[in-house]
């Protein structure tokens, strides 16, 4: 049973009932799911959430459509594990990772997936359908496949081999578009008016997408035995993610299952896309797009279409934003690794090497709890840690010249 009641402008405030629109009539600003979270207040507890399955679905009064059967890989419920060794190296008194690698298909992109075709399912649409990173692209084709959907993902031509074989091994469509993330974007816009019964989980789903993000947050508080974190540091591509990982926070804090304020959130991007960092930097209210060029493919949206919501976001929490550059997000996924045991895409390292950068800007308290949200596997972009993974020495069958090899590598880590 979901306390859901309907959508609302999230610009003028105007309300909609739950069904397949996306954008306000009026001003054409998004909508958002809305609940009655004084109905929920006490019927909501601690004890019946615990009691749920060990998905994003023990949330599911507090999501749309969670009716009898979801569309659900098992998405979410995710470890959040204390980074004891990480923290020692940066310096912090208590780390948490929230590691989001172990999804279904290996990225948080599953948690959005799963409440979005569940929404589009009881809306009477046949076809999933993305404008896609990557990430979303694998989460759509393979939850498809499981109810026996066609899908059809649209990503940028140049993405890593791997999210581009793990979105079309489940058999849907997947086209490549000669541009970028944002040119896919503007293309999707148009279809989604061409073909009526595709569910763009991202553009017309997007209310419904939106608010598998809040089950972060939920499971972030709920693993602390229900206390809140003071910091969470977030990946932003288009920014959704930060600002219903927001939104969880506060609707559990409206429900009185936490105590406490609310957590301080921290933007991370990368340097070659990063224009809401940019934007907080500057002091202003509106995000200037900009051509992206990084490694971190899955969060390169240069034109991300909640970027002004995370600017009023940080401003009004209290928060930062940080832009790294590809040779410290390489770091941050070889410190993640060497100290955790943990490997993440470059959206990972993004996290870490951003929760570094504020730290030395003294934004984030080191004494003070932090959790970093680890959003996707680094199986999933191989490409980019090609130059620094390989093997130590390449030997012949012989004692001999495989001690000669441990000796001489043994003797490098010893300098
Ligand atoms: C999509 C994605 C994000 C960010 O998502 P937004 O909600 O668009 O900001 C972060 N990390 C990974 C790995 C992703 O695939
Ligand atoms: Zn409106």
Request: proline share 5%; hydrophobic share 45%.
């Amino acid at each position: 049973m979901s306390f859901a009641t309907g959508l609302r402008c999230r610009e003028c405030g105007t309300t909609y009932p739950d069904d397949a629109r996306y954008s306000c009539d009026l001003c054409f600003g998004p909508l958002e799911v809305t609940y009655d979270l004084a109905a929920a207040h006490g019927v909501v507890t601690r004890e019946a959430i615990e009691a749920g399955p060990r998905s994003i679905w023990r949330y599911a009064p507090l999501l749309p459509d969670a009716g009898e059967a979801p569309v659900d890989l098992g998405a979410g419920w995710t470890p959040l594990r204390r980074a004891t060794r990480l923290a020692q190296r940066l310096g912090v008194r208590e780390l948490w990772l929230k590691d989001d690698t172990r999804n279904p298909t290996g990225s948080f992109k599953d948690r959005v997936v799963s409440t979005a075709l569940s929404s589009a399912r009881r809306l009477g649409f046949t076809t999933a359908a993305c404008a896609s990173t990557g990430n979303l692209a694998t989460s759509v084709a393979a939850h498809a496949a499981a109810i026996g959907w066609p899908s059809v993902t649209i990503i940028p031509h140049d993405l890593e081999r791997a999210k581009v074989a793990m979105s079309s091994i489940f058999g849907g469509t997947v086209l490549a578009v000669e541009g970028t993330y944002d040119d896919v974007n503007r293309l999707c816009v148009e279809l989604v008016d061409e073909h009526g019964d595709w569910a763009f989980v991202n553009i017309n789903l997007r209310p419904y997408y939106a608010e598998g993000s809040k089950t972060i947050a939920f499971e972030i508080a709920e693993q602390l035995g229900w206390r809140l974190p003071a910091q969470v540091v977030v990946p932003v591509a288009s920014g959704s993610q930060f600002t219903k990982v927001a939104k969880g926070f506060a609707e559990l804090r409206a429900l009185d299952l936490v105590e406490g304020a609310p957590p301080r959130l921290f933007a991370a991007q990368a340097e070659g896309c990063s224009p809401v960092a940019a934007a907080h930097a500057r002091g202003d209210e509106v995000v200037t797009p900009v051509r992206p060029a990084t490694i971190a493919r899955s969060l390169a949206i240069g034109n991300p279409a909640d970027g002004p919501y995370v600017l009023d976001e940080l401003r009004r929490g209290g928060g930062d934003a940080g832009a790294v550059t590809d040779a410290a997000i390489m770091e941050g996924i070889a410190e993640l690794a060497e100290t955790e045991g943990i490997f993440a895409e470059t959206a990972g390292g993004v996290t870490i090497a951003t929760l570094r950068q504020l730290l030395e800007r003294g934004t984030l308290d080191p004494e003070a709890s932090i959790v970093a949200v680890i959003s996707g596997h680094g199986l999933k972009t191989l490409d980019a840690v090609a130059g620094r993974a390989g093997v130590t020495a390449t030997v012949a069958p012989s004692l001999a010249a495989a001690e000669a090899a441990l000796a001489a590598d043994l003797l490098v880590a010893a300098s």
